[in-house]
């Protein structure tokens, strides 16, 4: 059962009802599905380029995330629920899905409501709290990371080592540390930042199976549109 002091913190930083989230230790699974609502040790916060995204696949599907009226950059992907090793995803839960219009208020960090209905269903059920409680938590720790505006600025399409990015994030956010951080690619094209937080929404190590920076030297950063 999890400890008194997670559950505060967790009501804490929503300041909120208390959460009924009911933490253990969880087996090490590299893909997990259905595993029990509340079982993990510790949160990715992932956010993704929205211009490599836009590139791969939104422009194909019409996305509105991708219009020429969007100036998306570092969107938030997901808040993951992880074990040290592996994660849960689809758990079953009693929760209540979230509405449309929840779904939709995330769209101003998240790019399109769709976004945030998946992250409920793939990863919020395993949370473990109500579908808005799990929103905020994701809006406060997109909140907590500094997206460096240097990478917004650059004004046309680069090519640069993947680690750069990762120097980038680190200069933004002090105390932020190398291990607390891993930069994605996809297709020769920068794909995500993936930060690492305890309970408490605080950097932390990354698990071992995290941990797998792009090593890249010339992978493409699309301008923001």
Same mark, same amino acid.
């Given at each position: 059962?999890?400890?008194?002091?997670?559950?505060?913190?967790?009501?804490?930083?929503?300041?909120?009802? *208390?959460?009924? %989230? *009911?933490?253990?230790?969880?087996?090490?699974?590299?893909?997990?599905?259905?595993?029990?609502?509340?079982?993990?040790?510790?949160? $990715?916060?992932?956010?993704?380029?929205?211009?490599?995204?836009?590139?791969?696949?939104?422009?194909?599907?019409?996305?509105?995330?991708?219009?020429?009226?969007?100036?998306?950059?570092?969107?938030?992907?997901?808040?993951?629920?992880?074990?040290?090793?592996?994660?849960?995803?689809?758990?079953?839960?009693?929760?209540?899905?979230?509405?449309?219009?929840?779904?939709?208020?995330?769209?101003?960090?998240?790019?399109?409501?769709?976004?945030?209905?998946?992250?409920?269903?793939?990863?919020?059920?395993?949370?473990? $709290?109500?579908?808005?409680?799990?929103?905020?938590?994701?809006?406060?720790?997109?909140?907590?990371?500094?997206?460096?505006? $240097?990478?917004?600025?650059?004004?046309?399409?680069?090519?640069?080592?993947?680690? $750069? %990015?990762?120097?980038?994030?680190?200069?933004?956010?002090?105390?932020?540390?190398?291990?607390?951080?891993? @930069?994605?690619? !996809?297709?020769?094209?920068?794909?995500?930042? !993936? @930060?690492?937080?305890?309970?408490?929404?605080?950097?932390?190590?990354?698990?071992?199976? *995290? @941990?797998?920076?792009?090593?890249?030297?010339?992978?493409?950063?699309?301008?923001?549109?």
């Amino acid at each position: 059962m999890m400890p008194a002091s997670l559950a505060a913190n967790l009501c804490r930083l929503l300041a909120g009802p *208390v959460l009924a %989230v *009911v933490l253990g230790l969880a087996p090490a699974l590299v893909r997990a599905n259905g595993e029990r609502a509340g079982d993990f040790d510790y949160f $990715v916060l992932s956010l993704s380029w929205s211009p490599t995204w836009c590139a791969l696949e939104g422009d194909a599907r019409n996305s509105p995330q991708c219009t020429e009226d969007k100036d998306f950059g570092w969107v938030l992907h997901g808040l993951w629920p992880q074990y040290e090793e592996g994660y849960p995803a689809y758990c079953p839960s009693s929760k209540r899905p979230p509405s449309r219009s929840m779904t939709g208020e995330m769209a101003d960090i998240m790019g399109a409501p769709g976004v945030a209905w998946h992250q409920w269903k793939k990863h919020g059920t395993c949370v473990g $709290v109500e579908a808005r409680d799990y929103y905020g938590l994701m809006r406060l720790a997109y909140g907590k990371i500094n997206r460096p505006q $240097v990478l917004r600025d650059l004004g046309r399409d680069v090519r640069l080592p993947a680690s $750069v %990015v990762e120097e980038a994030f680190l200069e933004a956010n002090p105390g932020l540390k190398r291990d607390q951080i891993t @930069i994605t690619c !996809r297709s020769g094209r920068i794909q995500e930042a !993936r @930060i690492c937080l305890d309970m408490e929404l605080k950097p932390r190590r990354c698990g071992d199976d *995290v @941990i797998r920076d792009c090593r890249a030297k010339d992978a493409l950063l699309d301008r923001i549109r």
